[in-house]
């Protein structure tokens, strides 16, 4: 039985309710019970389910999910090119869902910068490699400096190991050159976060590691947080955080650290999946856990000392055996 709290102790409550930290405070990237529903035909989608998702800077993240599963919803919210129907989202400091029109404009060229997997889309095709890496800086601060912004387009393109491209158009590149150009392009401003829709999608496996090794490269030397949407393994196995989506809801979450072997010296990396608690309290169990123990509509938890076991339900399969035994 509880007790009811005396005045003290509703006093002491509400002063760490109001001390709390915010969700996501010390986060670059919060998302909060993000929802996103579309409207088609009188048919309603609902992409985003309350999604909640924190990043924190200097991140290098992948995220995956079946297809349909909300993941380029998801990217284009964070992009500033979609608003969510309801939740909260913020990057660096920006409000996505209150940003005026001016605002967003400002954060989509200073803030973020994408790389999407449509060479096409990255690359204006009637300028070179220097002119398209250019032009992100021209638009943000206008025509004056151009001395530095010169020397920042051969910097990046140097660091990318693409500095050979500075005067070819696209269609003189290589699909991995081209991925390599849009990455200085979308760093061009200095963004605090990038953001790329399967990057390496339309890329043989040779050619997606060298474009996946820029990626790196880019969050190792100049710091940029990094979120990649992917289906490819080798891309989503090397990085030391991989967030998978499902149902429009982050799901699982797999952490990747190094281990050194004190008998070999060899170091390897080790993998440990995680599933997502929302702050409601609920949990998706993988498909193929609860699968393998026939757990459908109702589990039984039990609180351990340690941790919370969640058992198939048998009181049905109980109730069925009584049946039985009954009717015999
Ligand atoms: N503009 C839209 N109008 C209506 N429904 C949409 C729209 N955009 C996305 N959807 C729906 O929202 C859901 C999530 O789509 P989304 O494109 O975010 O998935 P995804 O995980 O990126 O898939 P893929 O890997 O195939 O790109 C899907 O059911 C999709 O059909």
Not at 23 to 27: C, I, K, S
């Given at each position: 039985m509880t007790s009811n709290p005396t005045f003290h102790e509703l006093a002491d409550r509400a002063l760490a309710a109001r001390n709390a930290a915010a969700?996501?405070?010390?986060?670059l990237i919060t998302c909060d019970r993000l929802v996103r529903i579309f409207s088609a035909d009188g048919v309603e989608v609902?992409?985003?389910?309350?999604l909640d998702l924190l990043v924190h800077e200097g991140e290098l993240m992948a995220l995956v999910g079946a297809s349909g599963s909300g993941k380029s919803t998801l990217m284009n919210i964070l992009a500033g090119l979609d608003k969510p129907t309801a939740g909260a989202a913020r990057v660096a400091g920006h409000d996505l869902l209150t940003m005026s029109a001016r605002e967003r404009l400002a954060y989509r060229r200073e803030t973020v910068g994408f790389v999407w997997q449509q060479t096409s889309r990255n690359l204006?095709?009637?300028?070179?490699a220097a002119q398209n890496v250019a032009l992100p800086m021209q638009l943000a601060r206008g025509r004056g400096r151009r001395r530095a912004q010169a020397d920042r387009t051969l910097e990046l393109l140097d660091l990318l190991s693409v500095a050979e491209c500075r005067d070819r158009r696209p269609h003189q590149m290589s699909g991995g050159q081209q991925q390599r150009v849009a990455l200085a392009v979308a760093l061009a401003n200095n963004p605090a976060v990038l953001l790329a829709d399967e990057?390496?999608?339309?890329?043989?496996s040779h050619t997606a590691e060298q474009v996946f090794a820029a990626f790196r490269t880019a969050n190792e030397a100049l710091g940029t947080t990094i979120v990649i949407v992917t289906h490819d393994q080798s891309v989503a196995g090397e990085v030391r955080r991989t967030v998978a989506i499902r149902d429009g809801r982050t799901s699982t979450e797999v952490l990747r650290h190094s281990e050194v072997d004190?008998?070999?010296?060899r170091e390897t990396l080790v993998a440990r999946e995680y599933a997502m608690l929302d702050r409601a309290g609920r949990l998706q169990l993988p498909a193929e856990y609860t699968r393998a123990l026939d757990m459908r509509d109702r589990v039984a938890l039990e609180l351990e000392p340690d941790h919370i076991a969640v058992r198939p339900d048998n009181t049905q399969t109980d109730r069925h055996r009584q049946d039985l035994e009954t009717d015999q």
């Open positions: 969700y996501g405070h010390d986060a609902q992409a985003l389910q309350g204006l095709p009637y300028l070179t990057p390496t999608g339309e890329l043989d004190s008998a070999t010296g």
